[in-house]
């Protein structure tokens, strides 16, 4: 069974930083896209950045580009978000996914919250003005 548990949320200031953790567990994740979403209140869950497993291939969305940095380490089995220059904006409970990859959608990159397989149980981020 596939279990994403997220760590490393908390209240900062604007302008500070914030290191994400998702430890994976339940089977060997070289054929997954690794993905980061955060959601607000009766909002959508947005995408944020995702990374491909066997290859480290990354993705962003515009909001974070520059600020944001997604990586994996594969012997702890652990997808990092390393967010920097934080903004109010920013503020939102941040979930990681899991999406499996064949050879058809290999090369591709999902940013739909509705593609993605497996969901973490989510970690608040609270950037302060």
């Known amino acids: 069974q596939v279990q994403l548990v997220e760590s490393g949320g908390g209240l900062v200031q604007a302008g500070g930083s914030l290191r994400l953790s998702c430890a994976a567990s339940g089977r060997t994740f070289n054929n997954y896209d690794m993905g980061w979403f955060r959601q607000n209140p009766g909002k959508q869950r947005d995408f944020v950045a995702s990374i491909t497993w066997n290859t480290g291939s990354t993705y962003y969305a515009d909001s974070v580009k520059g600020r944001f940095t997604i990586s994996r380490e594969t012997a702890k089995n652990t997808v990092y978000l390393q967010m920097n220059s934080l903004k109010p904006e920013d503020t939102a409970v941040y979930y990681c996914?899991?999406?499996?990859?064949?050879?058809?959608?290999?090369?591709?990159?999902?940013?739909?919250?509705?593609?993605?397989?497996?969901w973490g149980q989510g970690t608040q981020v609270t950037v302060s003005s």
């Open positions: 996914a899991a999406k499996a990859k064949y050879a058809y959608n290999r090369s591709l990159h999902y940013t739909a919250a509705s593609s993605y397989d497996y």
